[in-house]
């Protein structure tokens, strides 16, 4: 365990250095010689680097911070590709004890992980917290009338993305839907039903909670003939034979090849990957909404109970031509002008 932390921390600086390398001209990486006073931020992240939904975060929280002096450190609790609930309960510690021993300024946590296993602990202590990518409700973490909590909430863009696949085809009624068993889902899914009635015509026709990639398989053979579209939401913890979680990217690779079914997802990272389309959330718009509230409670002295915790706004649109080829579906015109266009497959570059 002691020796993890150590490997933890020393490759969690290494990487956030590496990353920072790719923001050349945004403001934080132009600091450092302003004479302002030097900011502790620990950025404690549920997932890992380079995931790409964490990248964007962390360059929208820094430029909506937007101040010259900054020392990062960065915490990869990396539950994407571990995800039981022992290494949860590991990595949450040991991100505490860095805490305790750093003793940040402020901590940025992405999440809903970094949430349950970290910041759920200092709720109204003197740290202040400030969070993005949280899809549970606040007051699932005791965050709701904190002192020192507040952050953005992804929410996903459900009727936006179910109209967009309609417009591709039309025919589409009954919605089943997968999950895995991580904690982002059941809030995903409760807002899917509260909104459900915007959709005329259309039922969530099976929800289908999987533990294994062999499940998943035979889950998806099933659904072929039963449903006309499924929503690939939680794809990340189905276990092989040797009880490993199955990569996301394997799990879309076997669909795209397999399955006869229009899918569709909220996040972009999909997509290369074989999902039809999804009007994504934006994790940098996600990101720079918590930069521009830390500012308010490190620069301008807001108390964190003073923001709101709201759920940004922006939705992109996205398509993979590949996959409507390979399924028999033709574009719109007015659809490839207005979304982003992957035009093949990740695994065939």
Not at 111 to 129: E, H, L, R, W
Not at 184 to 213: C, D, F, N
Not at 330 to 343: K, R
Request: with cysteine.
């Amino acid at each position: 365990m002691k020796f993890y932390s150590k490997r933890v921390r020393l490759m969690s600086i290494t990487v956030v250095g590496l990353v920072w390398g790719l923001f050349v001209g945004s403001p934080m990486a132009e600091g450092q010689q302003s004479g302002a006073t030097t900011l502790r931020i620990l950025h404690v992240m549920s997932y890992h680097l380079p995931w790409e939904w964490n990248v964007d975060q962390l360059k929208g929280f820094k430029h909506g911070l937007n101040y010259p002096n900054v020392r990062f450190e960065v915490f990869q609790m990396d539950t994407k590709r571990n995800s039981s609930e022992s290494w949860k309960q590991k990595t949450g510690e040991q991100a505490r004890a860095l805490i305790e021993s750093w003793k940040p300024d402020l901590v940025y946590t992405n999440d809903d992980n970094a949430q349950a296993f970290v910041a759920k602990q200092y709720v109204n202590g003197s740290i202040p917290f400030v969070f993005s990518g949280v899809n549970a409700s606040p007051d699932k973490y005791g965050f709701t009338g904190s002192s020192n909590v507040s952050g953005v909430l992804e929410q996903e863009h459900f009727v936006p993305t179910v109209n967009l696949l309609r417009k591709m085809v039309p025919s589409v009624k009954k919605i089943a839907v997968i999950l895995d068993d991580g904690p982002t889902w059941p809030g995903v899914v409760s807002r899917m039903r509260a909104q459900i009635h915007q959709l005329e015509g259309i039922t969530l026709h099976r929800i289908e909670k999987v533990k294994t990639y062999a499940e998943f398989k035979t889950v998806m053979a099933e659904l072929q003939d039963t449903v006309d579209a499924v929503a690939m939401l939680g794809v990340f913890t189905f276990k092989n034979d040797q009880g490993v979680n199955v990569d996301f990217t394997e799990v879309l690779k076997w669909t795209a090849e397999n399955s006869k079914l229009p899918d569709f997802s909220f996040w972009g990272s999909r997509v290369p990957h074989g999902t039809l389309c999804a009007v994504t959330v934006s994790g940098y718009a996600q990101g720079l909404a918590a930069g521009q509230i830390a500012r308010g409670i490190l620069v301008d002295g807001r108390s964190p109970a003073s923001f709101l915790m709201e759920p940004t706004l922006k939705g992109k649109p996205v398509v993979s031509l590949a996959r409507a080829k390979k399924l028999g579906i033709n574009i719109d015109t007015d659809i490839l002008l207005s979304a982003q266009v992957i035009e093949t497959f990740e695994w065939k570059k």
